[in-house]
């Protein structure tokens, strides 16, 4: 077992399947956002173990059934698999909300429980989400953070500055986060941090913008 090792942690709906207003029930109902199996591939050649981690409290409200969520889960890893990509594995919270457990992102207890199983360095790790909540999970454990746009990443940015500042990152989607993940591998600052940089201050600070 390789100690000290990074991870990628993905979060599942928003950022793998299309979200369902009505949660994601049944393998029928599982759809891959587009350019999501080649992202998960790209992914895979950076030779660092991904997880899944996802909340699933549809299970716990009697919408849908552990057994079901892993035929859905088994599923997608083949379809991964056919795609040329590897998810080491998924981890899934049941618990709804009023439950208080330690593993419902935002709270970090799923990505705690990969690295006791398989000796990762949280803070050798990425985590991508579409959630503000995703991001928490990520920071809390010294994670870097990527909030993607897909899902309901557009309704959670702010929710997400509000919280976190500058202390995450954010991209368009899961190719360009993959993308991000590349670059910060091979040491370079994750690009969308100085484009936010950029951004924010010139939104906050417009005298001193030179672009009137
Ligand atoms: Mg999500
Ligand atoms: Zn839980």
Redesign the pocket.
């Known amino acids: 077992m390789p100690w000290n090792q990074g991870a990628i942690f993905l979060d599942r709906d928003g950022v793998i399947n299309e979200n369902s207003a009505d949660h994601v029930k049944t393998w029928e109902e599982f759809r891959f956002i587009p350019g999501a199996l080649d992202s998960i591939r790209r992914l895979t050649e950076t030779g660092l173990p991904i997880f899944v981690v996802t ?1 699933q409290a549809a299970v716990n409200r009697g919408l849908t059934t552990v057994e079901t969520l892993n035929v859905i889960h088994q599923h997608m890893i083949e379809a991964i698999e056919i795609a040329g990509g590897r998810i080491t594995q998924v981890y899934f ?3 709804d909300n009023h ?1 208080s ?4 992102k935002p ?1 970090p ?2 990505l705690e429980q990969a690295a006791r199983d398989y000796g990762i360095d949280l803070t050798q790790s990425f985590f991508v989400g579409d959630a503000w909540t995703d991001v928490a999970a990520g920071v809390a454990v010294g994670a870097r953070s990527i909030l993607i746009m897909t899902g309901r990443g557009r309704w959670n940015f702010i929710p997400a500055w509000d919280r976190f500042g500058l202390n995450f990152n954010v991209a368009c989607d899961l190719d360009d986060a993959t993308t991000m993940i590349q670059e910060a591998l091979h040491g370079n600052l994750m690009p969308s941090t100085q484009r936010m940089r950029g951004a924010f201050h010139r939104a906050l600070h417009p005298a001193e913008s030179l672009v009137p």
Do not use: Q
């Open positions: 909340n919270c049941p618990h439950e457990c330690a593993c419902r709270h207890g799923m």
